[in-house]
């Protein structure tokens, strides 16, 4: 059995057992596997496995496996930073966008998306580890952005996303996990209608489902360890 295969089982248990510890329907967690570095054929393995949502950081890597792969029927994810002059490759080519915190850049990926395609799917990156993290609108510019972005035809508005700072303590790991949630349901009662709450990494998964995750986004738990960041594009 191939170590991706293996890997994938192994995942897709612990996620399972997190959510039945939650009380929660393991079908309401979804496994996006974060493939960023790893080769087209890492992907077609995973594939193999009946993995389907697969998530890219790097543009340029990313716009040469989606043309690579476009034999089978990946769900792609752009999970990256965005710089504005890169919104229409993204608006092009991705089913989803998280990390989205800037009007201005959501506003691009509306205006680019081609009219063929149904709406990008995008969530709202928020900051929920304070001056630890720089990436993410404070948890008081959520409100205003979110409904700054419902507006806009060419995107839907699916849910949230947050990096927490790293942390190796579980207990410790779920508080900036159970505030995204608390923002999550808190924009829900204004009646937005958000459907995922896009948190957790292979290091602190569990403690993301334990607070309300519906999308965990792993890569090093299924695709091994990755090369230096100097060989990312
Ligand atoms: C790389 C990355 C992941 C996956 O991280 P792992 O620790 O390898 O599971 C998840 N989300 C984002 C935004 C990433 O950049």
């Given at each position: 059995m191939s170590a991706i295969l293996s890997n994938l089982q192994v995942v897709r248990l612990a996620i399972k057992n997190a959510a039945i510890v939650a009380q929660r329907d393991p079908a309401s967690v979804h496994l996006l596997a974060v493939s960023k570095t790893f080769p087209e054929s890492a992907i077609r393995a995973a594939y193999a496995a009946g993995q389907r949502a697969f998530g890219e950081n790097y543009l340029q890597e990313s716009l040469l496996k989606i043309a690579a792969l476009k034999d089978l029927a990946i769900e792609w994810h752009f999970i990256g930073p965005i710089q504005s002059n890169k919104t229409r490759d993204i608006a092009e080519n991705f089913a989803w966008v998280h990390g989205v915190e800037r009007l201005k850049i959501a506003e691009r990926l509306s205006a680019q998306r081609p009219h063929n395609l149904p709406p990008l799917n995008i969530c709202l990156q928020v900051n929920v580890s304070g001056e630890a993290s720089k990436s993410g609108v404070t948890p008081s510019e959520v409100e205003s952005l979110a409904h700054a972005l419902i507006k806009l035809p060419g995107i839907k508005l699916r849910g949230l996303m947050a990096i927490p700072?790293?942390?190796?303590?579980p207990r410790l790991q779920q508080q900036p996990f159970a505030h995204l949630a608390a923002i999550f349901r808190g924009l829900n009662s204004q009646s937005l209608a958000l459907d995922t709450l896009s948190m957790g990494m292979s290091h602190d998964f569990p403690a993301a489902i334990a607070a309300g995750a519906t999308l965990v986004r792993i890569g090093t738990a299924i695709f091994g360890d990755r090369p230096p960041a100097a060989l990312a594009g």
């Open positions: 700072a790293p942390c190796d303590d």
